[in-house]
């Protein structure tokens, strides 16, 4: 039930976009975004409960595809901020509720470079 | 203000020796709380979680336990630490619209 993040690392200059992806074999309630710094604990990015909806904030923006229970979270104009690994986590329907259990992706390792 | 509390931050432990993090929540009230655990270089991987005082759900059979003693305390345990222990241990509370982690409590066991 792990959700697959793809790719597993990227490396990026200043500037440039990126766009990970998170896919699950099960229906999904919800998919949430995370980043994590090195050493410290996660950070909610953002969470997507309908099909089809996106959502973002400054540069880092999501989306939700219910059909295919496929997520991707799209980074424009990088910043060395971003830097971190980017977890999704997925529940999935029939769960019993939002927020009632998590599964996270193995994560994605961004790596952005002056 | 809402905020989750986890403690120590950094611990090592001998093989064989017993084990208690600790994690609070300031706040809210009947929170749904979670232990995950990641070890170096991996993702998170999901131990207990607990609905309500008493209610513990384990994802994985391993040496750990958990309680929830009280409605924003909920409690890690091991009575034997193996080598396998060794981890990133995080606490999480289940907020409207996202998960909100304690700091972590890197445990080694040596």
């Known amino acids: 039930q792990q959700p697959v993040q793809s790719p597993q690392a990227v490396i990026l200059r200043e500037g440039e976009d990126a766009v990970i992806n998170c896919s699950s074999s099960?229906?999904?309630?919800?998919v949430h975004w995370y980043r994590q710094k090195h050493g410290e604990a996660p950070v909610f990015l953002m969470i997507?409960?309908?099909?089809?909806e996106q959502k973002g904030h400054d540069k880092i923006s999501a989306s939700f595809n219910e059909k295919k229970q496929q997520s991707s979270l799209y980074l424009t104009a990088s910043q060395l901020s971003y830097s971190g690994t980017y977890f999704c986590g997925t529940e999935m329907k029939g769960s019993g509720g939002s927020n009632y259990k998590l599964t996270f992706g193995k994560g994605t390792l961004l790596t952005v470079n002056p | 203000s809402q905020t989750i509390h986890q403690w120590p931050a950094t611990l090592v432990q001998p093989v064989g020796s017993p084990l208690s993090l600790e994690c609070t929540v300031e706040?809210?009230?009947?929170?749904?709380l979670y232990w995950y655990r990641q070890a170096a270089g991996r993702g998170l991987q999901l131990l207990f979680y607990?609905?309500?005082?008493?209610?513990i759900s384990s994802e994985v059979p391993q040496n750990l336990s958990a309680s929830r003693p009280q409605d924003r305390q909920f409690i890690l345990s091991s009575k034997k630490l193996l080598l396998s222990d060794s981890g990133f241990y995080l606490c999480?509370?289940?907020?409207?619209?996202?998960?909100?982690f304690g700091s972590g409590t890197r445990l080694t066991v040596v």
């Open positions: 099960k229906a999904l309630y919800s």
């Open positions: 999480a509370w289940a907020r409207v619209g996202g998960y909100t």
């Open positions: 706040g809210t009230s009947n929170p749904n």
């Open positions: 997507l409960l309908k099909g089809g």
């Open positions: 607990s609905v309500g005082i008493g209610q």
